[in-house]
């Protein structure tokens, strides 16, 4: 229902754009955020945009680097990542949650889920 994609190997410095797209569900009436996995640790809350679009949330260690945009039209969700660190290489993920409270970044308030996309950052 949800596939996140866009992954790939970049050099520290660089840019990728993660796409968050929604099939057979419409995303606009969900919140969307990013998480991202590496190995060993708890996947973790990377941003997330409200339904409308207007209103977003960062990770502390992503802020002035990341960037969240959604396309209702496109049924999609975009993660604009610059200026990529080596830590953060992971399995990014992208969710839905219908709750109020999605900016708290808690997985549990995230009901769907999809493949995950990895990006590597090289030094």
């Known amino acids: 229902q949800l596939q996140a994609c866009g992954g790939g190997l970049v050099q520290a410095g660089g840019s990728l754009r993660l796409i968050c797209a929604a099939s057979?569900?419409?995303?606009?009436?969900?919140?969307i955020g990013w998480f991202r996995q590496s190995p060993g640790k708890e996947r973790e809350f990377v941003g997330g945009?409200?339904?409308?679009?207007?209103?977003?949330k960062y990770a502390d260690s992503v802020k002035g680097r990341f960037a969240i945009t959604r396309d209702n039209a496109k049924n999609t969700v975009y993660l604009q990542m610059n200026n990529l660190k080596p830590e953060d290489t992971a399995v990014y993920y992208c969710?839905?949650?219908?709750?109020?409270?999605w900016g708290k970044g808690l997985r549990l308030g995230y009901d769907f889920w999809g493949p995950g996309t990895l990006v590597t950052v090289s030094s």
């Open positions: 057979g569900r419409t995303v606009s009436t969900y919140a």
């Open positions: 969710g839905a949650s219908p709750r109020p409270d």
């Open positions: 945009v409200s339904m409308n679009g207007p209103n977003t």
